[in-house]
């Protein structure tokens, strides 16, 4: 289980900031953040400091330090991100009561619901130099993204967790494995970079049509089709444009393998199974309780198991036509 942030108080906040020099006014806010907890702390001197708890339990220092490189090295190469700030040593992590953290300069930005077609160009060009960055680091302490990792140790964790209830949590047991089975062939081989993870709108801020990518703490190895989909979100006709728009000017930077593209399905079913194992850990976390009070009930698995089983038949779809075209 992984564990709580009880014992952070505001006097922790405040010092914790201050290791890096100044002086809290006293006055902070808490970010909507659920995985960590992160405020926003207002200086005597200078501009607004956000500081970042992570979650104790989740990640190594290791892999946490492998975040903050990947962000310094990505920032070097002209990709607007939030970096943390470092002490006079240089160090951007630090541990405070058994909680790792680090501290960010504040970048006021806001989301934007649609995009034109410059400000999509502009994230397909930011995307490729991440690529291309994640495609220099081999064998950082982060996680790799497979039907392994995301589908059957999900599953486990479920099931350790003894969520799955009854007769609905035999027929999730059964579409999980049922869906790992059908796509494990399609990633064998596969290509892999370290990339954002986690790259959806509401992790890329605007400040009129200059993008920011925030919050790299899912960053892991992955075929690169995994930040398009979840960059682009649906698979309409309105979608299926913008991502030619961001693919080709992606493709002025870095080579992209279209094949890939049979990946999203199943891409999308194992963000399902692993979100379901990630609440699973966290589900005596207030934070948790309040944004899903349904949780591990009857419904809660009835509606998983109709949205997986939508997912299945999506890739069998896919498969289907894949196996015709050849």
């Known amino acids: ?62 892999t946490i330090q492998a975040e903050h490189d990947f962000l310094k090295k990505v920032e070097a190469n002209e990709v607007p991100v939030v970096v943390p700030q470092s002490d006079s040593s240089g160090q951007t992590l630090f541990e405070r009561d058994g909680i790792f953290y680090a501290v960010f300069p504040k970048r006021p930005g806001r989301l934007e619901p649609e995009l034109n077609p410059e400000q999509l160009k502009r994230l397909g060009r930011f995307l490729a130099r991440i690529h291309t960055v994640g495609d220099s680091i081999k064998g950082a302490p982060r996680g790799v993204l497979s039907p392994t990792t995301y589908g059957l140790d999900s599953l486990k964790v479920l099931q350790d967790q003894k969520v799955l209830i009854g007769n609905l949590g035999n027929i999730f047991s059964q579409l999980v494995n049922e869906i790992v089975s059908r796509i494990e062939p399609l990633f064998e081989g596969q290509e892999t970079t370290l990339l954002h993870g986690d790259c959806h709108a509401g992790n890329i801020l605007w400040r009129g049509d200059e993008p920011y990518f925030i919050d790299f703490d899912d960053m892991l190895y992955a075929p690169p089709v995994q930040d398009f989909w979840m960059m682009i979100g649906g698979d309409d006709e309105y979608a299926m444009k913008n991502r030619d728009i961001v693919i080709d000017a992606y493709l002025e930077i870095r080579d992209f393998d279209e094949r890939t593209w049979k990946l999203v399905e199943p891409l999308r079913a194992l963000r399902m199974i692993y979100f379901n194992a990630w609440i699973a850990n966290r589900k005596e976390d207030g934070a948790f309780k309040q944004a ?27 498969l289907e036509k894949d196996h015709l075209s050849n």
């Not at 100044?22 to 970010?31: K, V």
């Not at 949780?295 to 896919?318: A, D």
């Open 1 to 62: 289980m992984l564990s709580h942030f009880d014992h952070l108080l505001p006097e922790v906040i405040f010092e914790s900031v201050e290791k890096l020099g100044g002086r809290c006014t006293g006055r902070f806010l808490a970010l909507n953040a659920m995985e960590n907890r992160v405020y926003d702390v207002e200086m005597e001197e200078g501009p607004h400091l956000v500081v970042k708890f992570y979650r104790p339990g989740r990640w190594s220092k290791a």
């Open 292 to 318: 899903f009070p349904n949780f591990g009930t009857e419904q809660y698995w009835q509606q998983q198991v109709e949205n997986l089983s939508n997912q299945l038949e999506r890739i069998k779809n896919q």
